[in-house]
T-cell receptor, first 112, second 112 residues
Framework: GENVEQHPSTLSVQEGDSAVIKCTYS??????FPWYKQELGKGPQLIID?????GEKKDQRIAVTLNKTAKHFSLHITETQPEDSAVYFC???????????FGQGTILTVHP | DTGVSQNPRHKITKRGQNVTFRCDPI?????LYWYRQTLGQGPEFLTY????????KSRLLSDRFSAERPKGSFSTLEIQRTEQGDSAMYLC??????????FGPGTRLTVT
């Protein structure tokens, strides 16, 4: 089955800096890669996703890149703000099959 | 527009008791997923439904666990003879077809 590895486990940045979180996956059949933000006591919130037919996708301060050859994808957050502080999870899923396999999570702390 | 709702939000039970959780998906979403999340980990897939049909169950879902989705609307997850190892956050998500799963706030189960 699919295995998703996520790094780093914790990330601390100053407000205004950029943050990068990286994930690798094992199953070449995976073609959908979402990122979720989870705040304390809440369910995961979908923030951006990418499908295997594109290499990069951007939404305001958030971008995701995908390298299918190397089987890795990354989340980039620019101009970080204190409200970006949360746990971020990457996930992978094969086409037409909705089961998500999640990474272990990254605790992002943005210091004012 | 209402998101995915889950009830109860918190459940404390004694070992050996049965518990049942409910999930109401986003209206018209035909797929519904159950995940379990323990502290410091990413969500782990348990099972999913397409309409009323349960299409896959994880090996994590022992015979003490049962899930239903009558009429393809809300779903229930029952745990019989609870054990302390069942303590976790139980998350429900829904989607239209295979992509973009939206999660509910979760039900936190504590088994004493």
């Amino acid at each position: 089955g699919e295995n998703v590895e996520q790094h780093p486990s914790t990330l601390s940045v100053q407000e205004g800096d950029s943050a990068v979180i990286k994930c690798t996956y094992s199953d070449s059949a995976s073609n959908y890669f979402p990122w979720y933000k989870q705040e304390l006591g809440k369910g995961p919130q979908l923030i951006i996703d990418i499908r295997s037919n594109v290499g990069e996708k951007k939404d305001q301060r958030i971008a995701v890149t995908l390298n299918k050859t190397a089987k890795h994808f990354s989340l980039h957050i620019t101009e970080t703000q204190p409200e970006d502080s949360a746990v971020y999870f990457c996930a992978a899923s094969p086409y037409s099959y909705g089961k998500l396999t999640f990474g272990q999570g990254t605790i992002l702390t943005v210091h004012p | 527009d209402t998101g995915v709702s889950q009830n109860p939000r918190h459940k404390i039970t004694k070992r050996g008791q049965n518990v049942t959780f409910r999930c109401d998906p986003i209206s018209e979403h035909n797929r519904l997923y159950w995940y379990r999340q323990t502290l410091g980990q990413g969500p782990e897939f348990l099972t999913y439904f397409q309409n009323e049909a349960q299409l896959e169950k994880s090996r994590l879902l022992s015979d003490r666990f049962s899930a239903e989705r009558p009429k393809g609307s809300f779903s229930t997850l029952e745990i019989q003879r609870t054990e302390q190892g069942d303590s976790a956050m139980y998350l429900c998500a829904s989607s239209l077809e295979s992509y973009e799963q939206y999660f509910g706030p979760g039900t936190r189960l504590t088994v004493t």
